[in-house]
DNA sequence: CAGCGTGACTGAAGCGCTTCAGAATGTCCA
DNA sequence: TGGACATTCTGAAGCGCTTCAGTCACGCTG
């Protein structure tokens, strides 16, 4: 069992009889070497029980290791329970994995993003910022390693690119359906930001300073298409599910109780609907919900979710490109509208920014999806 | 904008005239050097804009990555759509991430595994292969590379350290339960399992050689109830909450309906409840539905969801103690009987058995919670 | 005062690979 | 026949860091 130490390219050099550099080619560069000897050095290699260069001295010798730095806000299981999350990764991943680069995940920790230290001694190429608080230190550690960026559904950091989607748009556009169908009571139920650590009632001024861009462009949104109608404002504790649902019941329990309520995220609204439920309350008969994102979940619910579609894949396939093109020297200009338009949505290409020559951004577009969660007030 | 090579720990030594060790030490082993120096170094290090010792040069020099290659069966959104993943992963993550340790995603190719040549190029002190098929070439690229591994949910592998689930007796249960309420005539539903690739009706023959062993020894434990009992067994075409809801109709579609439906995870459970739903039936007046697992989401279901409870953060949880032991030179020894029952699991400690020096196998406890999903036949 | 333990720092040998500028050999055509 | 090219392979210089065996100076002890 006690192996001997793992042959090296030099090993199998040895064994041929020939330089380092020769296997080293068969490798990397068939072209450099006749056929036969190539499979003459991968036969000895795999006599030797050689599995192929080093991962670590490959990338030490052509500074790039195959992986990307995704950055999180919380820990695995809150992140991976919005099913956003999965399918914008998924999406990315299938973009950049053809060019060899796999997700090195970075949850976050207490402050609302991974350790500076975990970004400092991350073995990767590039770093994905996923929808984190503003400021915080990861992406401080990210501009002195030098680490190109990408960063998605948050403010633009300069020298990084971005994807967003039409976050105001949105949620104007589901605002503007309930208040078209005779709803002038409103709950909205945002997702912890960080404003009131322990969740609950908030002002809209206390909300416009949350930590989320996504939280504060939706609240506008919102707000600006219920002018001269009631709005309670509720911030969840956690990301959890379980905080989801304590949330859902204060709205509901809200005296008098909202007659629509605007949630920031499918999540959220789900967690209403189940708390309707319990209570007895009947939707949308006794009172309506949005949600936002559009993930699968919502159009399983009963009843079917209204919400507001942003196309994720789409979002996670540009931000796949922004990274491939920030690999290449590129300057983060924004993919072609041939990709974005590829990416399968119907709508139109989104809005696109490119500021300057070392940052730029991208929107998905959105768009409202009405099922069964809304009715008449 | 173009900014000089980055500086490296030569350029800090020389900056601050000592050597390089001495520097290295600054940042490694702050015993090494008077404090005096040590502040030194670091506040010259910040004025040239280095930020610290760049992590694949150091993991060439130390031979450590931080990184566990996560092999996953299918692509990321599909594999976390089950929160049993990001449950267990988290778990397994906390464990690791004091000391300094993340998480590699290789999600599965097209033959139920990551690719060999990914799993070859990966950066990583050790693997942990979550449920993949059994005999994917993934799991040979390892084997090669002579990394060491932690399997879950599947067949201990040689060398190996495992963890998995008492899956016989989870699914004895379950169909022991149903059976006791008067059930004789089942469906048992199976998540995809590469025996009929479209999915579809199963004999029990066929079913045994599914190529997960999971699936297998479920299947077992739900016939050795199922004495002289009608059985109807079906697999999901795919990984997909899509298939999972075809599935459900075609067993909920079957004359004549079976009364009970058990199946092999509380997604595809959940995917029957709201097939039922969809058809009208009753549950669980007219049709029983069992799940496995326990996630979450399995509690807020309506009904709530009868189901085999094992313990995922404990498994996640000795999972990546198993993988400390394997990185600290250990043979993969089973966490201790402390750690285990610290997992918080009520339930007796699981049987455990270490096979020979170099490999051993851990099992979580399962057990029974029957909510509102059963009733009388 | 010789001898010695100690704290502080350095030199240099790697870690395993890539890559680039040649060297060596062979080929082709004028 | 001889020079211009290809083709195939090699030597050696890194990539940026860790670490171990010292070296050096200093203060202490007997």
Redesign the interface.
């Known amino acids: 069992?006690t192996?001997r130490r793992?042959p090296t390219l030099d090993d199998v050099a040895d064994a041929v009889g020939v330089s380092r550099a020769t296997v080293s080619n068969a490798y990397n560069r068939p072209d450099q070497l006749s056929a036969r000897l190539r499979d003459q050095v991968l036969r000895v290699a795999a006599e030797l029980?050689y599995?192929?260069p080093d991962?670590?001295?490959r990338?030490?010798a052509t500074?790039r290791?195959?992986?990307i730095a995704v950055l999180l806000d919380t820990?695995?299981?809150?992140?991976?329970?919005d099913?956003a999350?999965?399918?914008t990764?998924?999406a990315l991943?299938?973009v950049v994995?053809p060019r060899?680069h796999?997700?090195?995940?970075?949850?976050g920790g207490a402050h609302g993003g991974p350790p500076a230290e975990?970004v400092?001694?991350?073995?990767a190429d590039i770093a994905v910022a996923y929808s984190l608080a503003d400021g915080v230190a990861a992406l401080d550690?990210v501009r002195?390693?030098?680490l190109p960026l990408v960063v998605i559904d948050q403010p633009l950091v300069p020298g990084a690119a971005r994807v967003g989607c039409q976050d105001r748009l949105g949620a104007a556009l589901a605002a503007r359906h309930l208040r078209e169908l005779g709803h002038r009571r409103f709950g909205i139920f945002a997702a912890h930001s960080h404003v009131r650590p322990g969740g609950g009632a908030l002002t809209a001024a206390e909300a416009a300073g949350a930590a989320f861009r996504d939280t504060r462009e939706r609240l506008a949104g919102y707000l600006g298409e219920l002018d001269s109608c009631e709005v309670v404002l509720h911030e969840a504790a956690g990301l959890s599910?379980e905080s989801a649902l304590d949330g859902a019941f204060a709205l509901l329990g809200a005296v008098p109780r909202p007659t629509a309520v605007l949630c920031m995220s499918d999540q959220l609204a789900l967690a209403v609907l189940?708390a309707a439920?319990q209570l007895g309350i009947a939707v949308p008969g006794e009172v309506s919900v949005a949600g936002f994102d559009d993930s699968?979940p919502a159009s399983?619910s009963?009843p079917p979710l209204t919400t507001v579609r942003q196309d994720l894949v789409a979002k996670g396939r540009i931000a796949g490109e922004l990274v491939l093109s920030l690999l290449d020297g590129g300057s983060g200009a924004v993919p072609t509208a041939g990709s974005v338009s590829a990416a399968g949505s119907m709508s139109a290409a989104g809005s696109v920014s490119a500021a300057g020559s070392?940052s730029a951004s991208a929107e998905v577009p959105v768009s409202l999806v009405v099922r069964g969660s809304t009715g008449p007030a």
Not at 75 to 81: D, E, K, N, Q, V
Not at 102 to 107: D, F, K, M, R, V
Not at 120 to 123: F, K, M, P
């Open positions: 069992m192996r793992r029980g599995a192929g991962p670590t001295a990338s030490l500074s290791t195959g992986a820990s695995l299981s809150t992140a991976f329970s099913p999350l999965s399918l990764l998924d991943a299938r994995d060899g796999a997700l090195l995940l970075l949850p975990r400092l001694g991350a073995q550690a002195t390693r030098g599910a189940a439920r699968p399983w009963s070392a």
